[in-house]
């Protein structure tokens, strides 16, 4: 069974950074497309950004030109760089993986990270 965690997140400042990492296990890695999404609270769950088998990401506009996502296929592992952080980014970060595609309705979520952005 595909199992993922996440971890990296934490508190920090507006403009200030921070690294996510999803570990994945009991599958093959490279097979599967991987994700990110998060809710703020009062929110629904939203898209950020996904990366796909070959390595190519996407990424949701609220987001573009701030976040980077990638994957190491050797440590099973994907990351989502953050940059320049705004106190609208806080919000607990699921990660999400799929034998096919990506959405709201993948098959596999982490339990999530939680990122908070002070001003």
């Known amino acids: 069974q595909v199992q993922l965690v996440e971890s990296g997140g934490g508190l920090v400042r507006t403009g200030e950074s921070l690294r996510l990492s999803c570990l994945f296990s009991?599958?093959?890695?490279?097979?599967?497309?991987v994700g990110w999404y998060r809710q703020a609270p009062g929110k629904e769950r939203e898209f950020v950004a996904a990366i796909s088998r070959s390595g190519i990401a996407n990424y949701a506009d609220s987001v573009k030109d701030r976040f980077t996502l990638s994957r190491d296929n050797a440590k099973n592992t994907a990351y989502l760089e953050m940059n320049s952080l705004k106190s609208e980014d806080t919000a607990i970060y699921y990660c999400a993986a799929d034998k096919y595609l990506v959405n709201s309705a993948s098959d596999y979520w982490g339990r999530g990270t939680q990122v908070t952005v002070s001003s």
């Open positions: 009991g599958g093959i890695f490279s097979d599967h497309p």
